[in-house]
């Protein structure tokens, strides 16, 4: 398939689960509660697999009958995910239940329904990072749309000194208008998504899509 967009970092989840939770959250008529058990359920399929790159170190443990080797998360590795406010909460809960030591830094930015733009409005981020070739980033956005808003979020982080390849962008659903200025924006930012969807609409959404993430999984409209 001819794509306008670069795939060398793209990782798309094939699995049969993934199809059929996303067959579910596509549905208008199911409510806020299922909603939010079905994001639950791909977005623990999505830290699973961002966490495979994550670096191991040897351990020793007892367990009630022997002492044995292990391997445990590299402890100096600190492990980061950054929810763009609202959207970006409906991951974070459970990407923190399955990485409990990581870090959140909230940052917040809304998108400007008229220009698509993002506006600024918090930033939990620190001035500088000690060793930030330690510091995994894991950019949390359901949805990835123009992309204007992740591009902002990705670049504060470079500027703060993290390296491209150490920084992930994690949604549920992306837009090739999205990935396309990601990629173009950011060689070497991993991406990892559940779908890609076919366009976005004059309103920059994502079609067919799943409607506000927001609204749908906060029950509130507009
Ligand atoms: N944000 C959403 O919630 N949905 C879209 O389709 C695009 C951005």
């Not at 996303?22 to 806020?32: E, F, T, V, Y």
Request: overall charge negative; hydrophobic content about 40%.
């Amino acid at each position: 398939m001819v794509h306008n967009y670069n795939t060398e970092n793209l990782v798309i989840i094939e699995h049969p689960l993934c199809e059929h939770n996303m067959s579910l959250l596509r549905n208008k008529d199911i409510n806020s509660d299922m909603f939010k058990n079905t994001v639950h359920r791909l977005t623990t399929m999505l830290i699973y697999e961002v966490a495979k790159s994550l670096p191991l170190e040897s351990c020793s443990v007892e367990t009630p009958l022997a002492v044995c080797e292990a391997k445990k998360l590299k402890e100096k590795t600190q492990v980061i995910f950054v929810p763009i406010l609202r959207a970006g909460l409906v991951l974070s809960d459970t990407a923190s239940e399955i990485i409990p030591n990581a870090s959140i830094l909230h940052v917040g930015m809304y998108r400007d329904e008229e220009t698509c733009k993002p506006v600024w409005y918090y930033d939990k981020t620190p001035a500088e990072f000690e060793n930030p070739d330690d510091v995994r980033i894991f950019i949390l956005d359901p949805m990835l749309a123009t992309g204007n808003t992740a591009k902002e979020a990705i670049a504060l982080f470079v500027k703060k000194g993290i390296n491209i390849v150490n920084i992930t962008f994690i949604s549920i659903l992306s837009a090739p208008e999205g990935l396309a200025a990601l990629t173009k924006e950011f060689p070497g930012l991993q991406i990892i998504t559940c779908k890609v969807d076919e366009k976005l609409n004059s309103r920059g959404y994502i079609l067919p899509g799943l409607g506000d993430v927001g609204d749908r999984f906060f029950n509130t409209f507009g």
